[in-house]
């Protein structure tokens, strides 16, 4: 009885060694396949952050041309608006030039209708004049400076406002 004792001891042990033997090589199996798992994972993982960092750097470089077109876009506009005003301001000076020196003279047209009861018509005609005209008036220098300067403004206001303008039309544009 001994000896069946001995037998069966033997074999109980030898069958929880088998059985943890087996326990074992399951435990590793698994290991190995949960392992291979989380790898690709990881490198699904990490495909997805490259392909989300790839799509965000080509967004900024094309934010990036956007705002250089912009850039140059306006710088351009801003020198032809400069080169316009640059244009006005010349030829203003010019005009105020030729005025001081008494090569160019300014004058107004007289109202037609302030003839004194004579039906819209003159009595006589200009001295140096042959027919009868529209009276006019020659502005002092000093008087046709300053007229000159107020339109020389308004002609800045315009160009500005022409580049105002231009800008509004070409932000507004649908692109």
């Not at 506009?77 to 316009?84: E, G, N, P």
């Amino acid at each position: 009885m001994k000896l069946d004792a001995v037998k069966w001891g033997g074999v109980l042990l030898i069958i929880l060694f088998l059985m943890a033997g087996s326990a074992w090589a399951a435990w590793e199996w698994q290991a190995n396949a949960y392992g291979q798992q989380l790898a690709e994972q990881k490198s699904a993982h990490q495909t997805a952050l490259t392909d989300v960092a790839n799509a965000n750097s080509a967004l900024i470089l094309a934010e990036q041309d956007k705002r250089l077109a912009l850039e140059q876009w306006l710088a351009a506009s801003d020198q032809a608006h400069y080169r316009a005003l640059t244009d006005a301001k010349t030829n203003q000076a010019r005009l105020r030039d030729r005025i001081a020196t008494a090569d160019l003279r300014l004058s107004v047209l007289l109202d037609a209708t302030a003839t004194n009861d004579r039906d819209g018509m003159q009595a006589t005609t200009g001295p140096g004049r042959m027919v009868h005209g529209t009276e006019r008036a020659q502005l002092d220098r000093a008087h046709a400076q300053r007229v000159i300067g107020i339109t020389g403004d308004g002609d800045q206001g315009l160009i500005a406002l022409a580049a105002c303008q231009a800008y509004a039309r070409d932000v507004s544009r649908p692109k």
